[in-house]
């Protein structure tokens, strides 16, 4: 009796991983402070304004960090990439299971990047001070954001090779 059991939790535990775009610590793992770090792609966070967002990416040392900022939605697999051959693996997409990257922003609005390299302890990271926005209903006002990393293991997504590889994506919002 114990093994179906079994069997049934690991296929849902193996559905879970799939589904997620997740950041790996050393390669491609973007965080957003104050609370909002999420293993899944598009994580949706609300903020008060004014509120000075301290974006990081774990990466390995010396790698270019490009943030990325888009007033258009997050959207899971907008632009899904080949499987990068990154060490530690990075997990597979919700995707499909042909791919471990995935652009996750629409193309089109207003957006603007910023560019930094990680430090010798393999962090890059950037500052974004976002002001008093006005009287806003709850969680109103939103911006997505996701980092790429240039790194030698990346080979890009469909239409744009590599070598970079992509974090998780986190839609922003603001009231």
Same mark, same amino acid.
């Given at each position: 009796?114990?093994?179906?059991?079994?069997?049934?939790?690991?296929?849902?535990?193996? $559905?879970?991983?799939? $589904? *997620?775009?997740?950041?790996?610590?050393?390669?491609?793992?973007?965080?957003?402070a104050p609370g909002c770090s999420g293993a899944m792609s598009c994580t949706s966070c609300c903020f008060v304004t004014p509120? #000075?967002?301290?974006?990081?990416?774990? !990466?390995? #040392?010396?790698?270019?960090?490009?943030?990325?900022?888009?007033?258009?939605?997050?959207? %899971?697999?907008?632009?899904?990439? =080949?499987? +990068?051959?990154?060490? #530690?693996?990075?997990?597979?997409?919700?995707?499909?299971? !042909?791919?471990? *990257?995935?652009?996750?922003?629409?193309?089109?609005?207003?957006? /603007? !990047?910023?560019?930094?390299?990680? +430090? /010798?302890?393999?962090?890059? !990271?950037?500052?974004?001070?976002?002001?008093?926005?006005?009287?806003?209903? #709850?969680?109103?006002?939103?911006?997505?954001? *996701?980092?790429?990393?240039?790194? =030698?293991?990346?080979?890009?997504? /469909?239409? %744009?090779?590599?070598?970079?590889?992509?974090? *998780?994506?986190? /839609?922003?919002?603001?009231?």
């Amino acid at each position: 009796m114990k093994l179906p059991r079994i069997a049934l939790t690991s296929f849902f535990t193996a $559905a879970l991983a799939v $589904a *997620q775009t997740t950041g790996v610590n050393g390669i491609n793992n973007y965080t957003i402070a104050p609370g909002c770090s999420g293993a899944m792609s598009c994580t949706s966070c609300c903020f008060v304004t004014p509120v #000075p967002l301290v974006c990081n990416v774990s !990466t390995a #040392p010396g790698n270019a960090v490009i943030f990325y900022y888009s007033f258009c939605p997050c959207s %899971t697999c907008f632009i899904p990439g =080949p499987t +990068n051959l990154c060490v #530690p693996g990075i997990p597979s997409t919700a995707c499909g299971s !042909t791919t471990n *990257q995935a652009f996750e922003i629409v193309l089109g609005c207003v957006s /603007s !990047t910023v560019f930094t390299i990680a +430090n /010798s302890a393999g962090i890059a !990271t950037f500052t974004l001070n976002v002001p008093f926005l006005g009287p806003a209903p #709850p969680c109103s006002i939103n911006l997505s954001t *996701q980092a790429i990393i240039i790194d =030698p293991c990346g080979m890009g997504v /469909s239409g %744009t090779p590599g070598p970079f590889v992509l974090s *998780q994506a986190y /839609s922003l919002n603001f009231s």
